[in-house]
């Protein structure tokens, strides 16, 4: 097998040196992206995905008693309720005027009415006077400065209330336009404070007007306040305040003074958008039981809906411009800095981490910082939540192809080389630094492990007709060598006929190599006594054992076309001679001093003889370990 490293290894190792400046210049990226105008859709975006656990943080201040807004809802209930049930809608202005008439009387801050009727029956032809008294609550009202009709402009020919209403609320500049502005995926969560008109001029909006009215002038448009509880917006049922005034019981209208009363229609089908709280299932504020002596009707349980009345809105829009509660985006600067930030501690960590680490990390990081985005947001601050995680998520992907691209071609090359050779840990140990594997050849300290079966060729002239079953016993020598001696952290150097050679320090560095080798050899040893057990046909293995240590030369040895990478030195000569040396002691593990003198003292070996081994010029001290036979 070729070991020499792919002729792109320098462009990968450049790789590794440019990914600060490559992994920065991203970040930087990302971190303006973020900070442009043009991204402030996604922080918006981001603020759906907080609400609900922003809304688990929000102190409750305010009593019901005090609360700014009131709502008076027209539902499905109120259809269902004499003598709406009888009475076509558009005939339903005398009970309008009856109700917003005993509001009135409890000295509200302002009247808005979210409906608009540009039609009427009291025409000639039909019921001629019909809407007096409705026209006449209108006219008192309005006499007050306290009333506010609403208008649509989606078009150039605006939906108005019909003549009569407009004269009698004192023309155009009580009546305002309810304009909701939704995001590029149709979602309510801005409110403008004015709207321009067709002439240039502009007018202030439905819901700023309500709050001017209110004493709280509007500055500029805003981000609609989804956070506060429904609980903090005392509703009414139509139908019931008309029974409570048949009954003449004018206890409940005075739940209205002071505040801006919103009247509009709540119901399944009509008039409904989808705000930035769509991710709440409790979105609608619950109906105050007022039925004053009438049986209450009870409400079915309301589904989960990602819609909610327009009332609804324009009630949250005007608590907003009241309260001042619309939440703040962080300046471009703050959103650039946080941003760049995030970036690199995520950088750094996509770096240092495997993929499957790299998504466990964005994953938690996400998390924490929605939590703490929440947070953020319950005390009027929106952080760019979404440009973070996108941000994150961007960086991943462009920073593990980067490694896998460009910089793991190491680390793939010493995977795919050395898999089959050496234990998967050590595999692993040398592709997190492919650089401690420098071919052509270095000088290490390692141990060396020589064994062979001992009486092969004997046997092989034996089974000479039966030559797989030679294979095979040969094979399952070789299995249990390359099995133990992987296990104890060693690397298979080579099968030499039916010898196999073991290293333990290359090309991995091992501490310990001789206390690793010996062990290894003693495994070895146990694990063929094991299968001996279950052996026969003359197939049992005898092997012999040699071990020496020292500093060798480990690289690539052989031709320019052909070379394996392995270990050359004495330290090799001398297992090798250790190996056929049992054959004369009638010994199976010898060592030498190289190996003995650098055993822990749980390791005990016996002095067998001091001798000149073949081709050695000095004398060597030999050693069994007691175990061994």
């Not at 502009?202 to 981000?223: M, T, Y």
């Not at 009414?236 to 409570?244: G, I, N, V």
């Not at 703040?328 to 680490?357: D, N």
């Not at 016993?473 to 104890?488: P, T, V, Y």
Request: proline share 6%; net charge negative.
């Amino acid at each position: 097998m070729d070991f020499n490293k792919p002729d792109d290894s320098t462009f990968s190792q450049r790789a590794q040196r440019y990914r600060i400046p490559a992994a920065a210049g991203l970040c930087f990226a990302i971190a303006l992206l973020a900070a442009l105008p043009q991204a402030d859709y996604f922080v918006r975006l981001g603020g759906d995905f907080l609400t609900p656990l922003a809304a688990r943080f929000y102190q409750q201040q305010d009593e019901l008693d005090n609360a700014p807004v009131a709502l008076v809802v027209i539902d499905e209930i109120t259809h269902q309720t004499p003598p709406f049930s009888e009475t076509p809608e558009v005939a339903w202005t005398p009970f309008l005027g009856e109700v917003m008439a005993a509001i009135a009387a409890a000295d509200p801050a302002v009247i808005g009415l979210d409906m608009i009727f540009p039609k009427s029956i009291a025409g000639r032809n039909i019921a001629p006077g019909y809407d007096r008294s409705f026209l006449q609550a209108m006219a008192k009202i309005s006499a007050q400065d306290k009333l506010v009709l609403a208008e649509v402009r989606l078009s150039d020919t605006p939906i108005r209330p019909y003549t009569g209403q407009e004269i009698a609320v004192g023309g155009p500049d009580n009546i305002r336009p309810v304009h909701l502005t939704p995001d590029r995926d149709n979602v309510v969560r801005r409110h403008p404070a004015f709207l321009p008109l067709e002439n240039g001029d502009q007018v202030s909006s439905f819901a700023a007007e309500l709050s001017a009215r209110s004493g709280a002038a509007p500055g500029g448009d805003i981000l609609i306040d989804y956070i506060t509880p429904a609980e903090q917006f005392p509703t009414y049922r139509f139908s019931d305040l008309y029974a409570c005034y048949e009954q003449g019981d004018n206890t409940v209208f005075e739940g209205f003074r002071d505040k801006v009363v919103v009247i509009g229609t709540a119901l399944d089908i009509e008039d409904r958008h989808i705000g930035g709280n769509r991710l709440q299932r409790d979105k609608a504020p619950k109906i105050l039981d007022v039925a004053c002596g009438r049986d209450p009707v009870q409400a079915t349980p309301a589904i989960y809906r990602a819609s909610m009345p327009g009332v609804l809105v324009e009630a949250r829009a005007v608590y907003t411009f009241l309260k001042a509660t619309a939440p703040q985006m962080p300046p471009g600067w703050v959103v650039f800095l946080s941003t760049l930030i995030y970036m690199a501690l995520l950088s750094y960590t996509y770096f240092h981490l495997s993929p499957v680490a790299g998504v466990a990390v964005l994953g938690a990081t996400a998390a924490a910082l929605w939590a703490l985005s929440a947070a953020l947001l319950a005390r009027g601050v929106l952080a760019p939540i979404m440009p973070w995680i996108i941000g994150g998520a961007l960086l991943y992907v462009t920073l593990y192809s980067y490694r896998v691209i460009l910089e793991d071609q190491s680390k793939r090359w010493v995977m795919h080389a050395f898999e089959h050779y050496l234990n998967p840990a050590l595999v692993n140990q040398l592709a997190e630094d492919p650089e401690a594997l420098r071919l052509g050849g270095e000088r290490r300290r390692v141990a060396v492990l020589f064994a062979d079966v001992a009486g092969f060729t004997t046997t092989a002239e034996k089974m000479s007709d039966r030559p797989e079953a030679l294979v095979a016993h040969l094979n399952s020598f070789f299995q249990i060598m390359a099995d133990n001696i992987e296990a104890h952290d060693g690397y298979i150097d080579k099968f030499i006929g039916d010898a196999v050679m073991g290293v333990w320090g290359a090309p991995a560095s091992v501490e310990e190599p001789e206390r690793h080798a010996l062990s290894a050899a003693l495994a070895c040893v146990e694990a063929v006594d094991a299968y001996n057990v279950g052996v026969s046909d003359g197939l049992a293995i005898k092997m012999r054992i040699g071990i020496s240590a020292g500093v060798v030369i480990a690289g690539n040895l052989g031709s320019k076309d052909r070379f394996n990478y392995t270990v050359i030195g004495d330290a090799v000569n001398r297992a090798a001679r250790l190996e056929q040396k049992n054959k004369q002691l009638k010994t199976q593990i010898l060592i030498d001093a190289s190996i003995a003198d650098h055993l822990p003292g749980e390791i005990s070996v016996r002095f067998v003889e001091e001798t000149q081994l073949q081709g050695q010029a000095q004398m060597t001290k030999i050693y069994t370990p007691e175990e061994s036979k």
